[in-house]
């Protein structure tokens, strides 16, 4: 069936990163808010972290819309869910506009997101340094892609805004709806990962409240909607997955691991499964489930707390010994191992369902996209079938699996990973699970299993 998605939308992108998208993009969020209308936000690519900052200005999911891990009717069918409701639609691009999937492409780039969801550009530049340069670079990108229907100016001041905004509109035709200028104190941090977390920063939504009451002064608010409504309608294919047995999921979510895919807890719930959230930092046990899934974040800046509560790693390895399915990528896969040595060089016992000993090295071990294919029967993988993801970790093991044969999508690097025990599957990529419904099939199959058995002894 065809859905047609006809709800107002912006593109928030950049020339390049480190150019202001995310803290630009909570502030439009917060004016929005501020003009009584409902914002949904998006995120192009697989990062993990500025949807966490988006969710803390509206309080609603922030989806990632990503071409190689959903393809483009998963695009459009993540942007209609999201949309659900909502009055108007942000997205915050990835890196620059066109930087692609390789340096020869821009596929899955910002701009292919855009040009594929007709949706309309906001560019932010950066001006810091730079005074009358950002004509021609405006000049450039407009005329490179076309789909730029305005600019917003960062780290600049009122009187350049002032000189400057009427000769680039006559210079480039797009329209500098308004500038955010140098402030002190509201910068968001980073980390080797991105940006540090929302959670780290315990004066986020002043910080946030400040970018938007400058902002406010200059943005043009009534334009920038005007360019939202000439977004082209859009449509996608809705096509339902298989509906499962009721089955309880405990997910693990604190600040040691936070990095979901919102399309994945999505098709957990369609599938049939109730997801019960959990804390490894502060429950003494895992709740009353059949299933449970560790996904990723930063359990090495709590390895102290993670190891200190014993209960919740005896909970774990014993249910992992009585047989229940157990998901884990990237940093749950370091807890489900035996012990992580910090960054500062401490080692700590973990919940030891694998052997494994797991380290930090010196640089990114991989990063980028992924296609995962079992090199063998695994839990919930058949041999030769494959499920996007994408890696990004500076943490190693020393026994990362040879369950799946790991490769990149462009060229020919590829590698070894994932331990298939039992019913625990267990590896460093963050995988999509639309990407391969039967792979989630399987484990929840797996858990109304276990769920059965345990109704019956």
């Not at 990528?329 to 040595?341: D, M, P």
């Not at 839990?379 to 799946?404: M, P």
Request: hydrophobic share 40%.
């Amino acid at each position: 069936m065809a859905y047609d998605l006809a709800t107002p939308r912006i593109m928030i992108a950049a020339p390049g990163s480190g150019s202001g998208k995310t803290l630009v993009t909570c502030a439009v969020l917060r004016i929005l808010e501020r003009r009584q209308l409902k914002a949904a936000a998006f995120k192009c690519g697989p990062d993990f972290i500025d949807p966490m900052f988006h969710r803390s200005v509206l309080q609603v999911p922030s989806r990632n819309l990503d071409l190689f891990l959903s393809g483009e009717d998963g695009v459009r069918k993540a942007l209609l869910k999201g949309c659900s409701g909502r009055d108007i639609a942000v997205i915050e691009g990835v890196m620059g506009l066109f930087d692609g999937m390789s340096f020869a492409s821009d596929e899955n780039s910002s701009y292919d997101i855009a040009v594929r969801t007709e949706t309309p550009v906001i560019l932010v530049v950066n001006c810091a340094g730079t005074g009358r340069s950002v004509i021609p670079l405006i000049k450039g990108f407009a005329e490179y892609g076309g789909l730029i229907r305005g600019a917003i100016l960062n780290n600049t001041s009122r009187a350049a805004f002032d000189s400057l905004r009427d000769e680039i509109f006559a210079e480039t035709g797009v329209q500098v709806l308004g500038f955010l200028p140098k402030l002190k104190g509201i910068g968001l941090g980073s980390r080797h990962l991105g940006l540090i977390l929302p959670n780290e920063i315990p004066d986020l939504l002043e910080r946030i409240d400040r970018a938007a009451d400058a902002l406010a002064e200059s943005l043009d608010v009534d334009e920038l909607l005007a360019i939202a409504g000439r977004a082209c309608r859009s449509d996608a294919r809705s096509q339902a997955g298989p509906a499962g047995r009721h089955v309880r999921i405990a997910i693990a979510l604190d600040e040691a691991f936070c990095f979901y895919y919102e399309d994945n807890l999505d098709l957990l719930r369609e599938m049939g499964a109730e997801l019960i959230f959990f804390s490894p930092i502060r429950d003494s046990e895992i709740p009353d489930a059949s299933g449970i899934i560790l996904g990723g974040g930063y359990p090495e800046l709590y390895a102290h707390e993670l190891s200190s509560n014993r209960s919740m790693r005896r909970s774990i390895l014993q249910a992992a010994d009585k047989g229940m399915p157990i998901l884990a990528e990237c940093g749950g896969f370091l807890y489900l191992n035996r012990t992580l040595k910090t960054p500062e060089g401490e080692s700590y016992d973990m919940a030891g369902v694998l052997g494994a000993d797991s380290h930090m090295t010196q640089r990114l071990t991989h990063f980028g996209y992924v296609n995962v294919e079992a090199a063998e029967d695994t839990c919930y993988l058949r041999k030769g079938e494959v499920i996007r993801g994408h890696e990004f970790h500076y943490y190693d093991t020393t026994d990362n699996g040879h369950a799946c044969g790991i490769k990149k999508p462009r060229g020919n690097r590829s590698w070894t990973g994932y331990v298939s025990k039992e019913s625990v599957f267990a590896g460093f990529a963050h995988l999509y699970y639309p990407s391969a419904p039967e792979f989630i099939e399987r484990f929840l199959s797996a858990a109304s299993a276990y769920a059965s058995l345990k109704e019956t002894t």
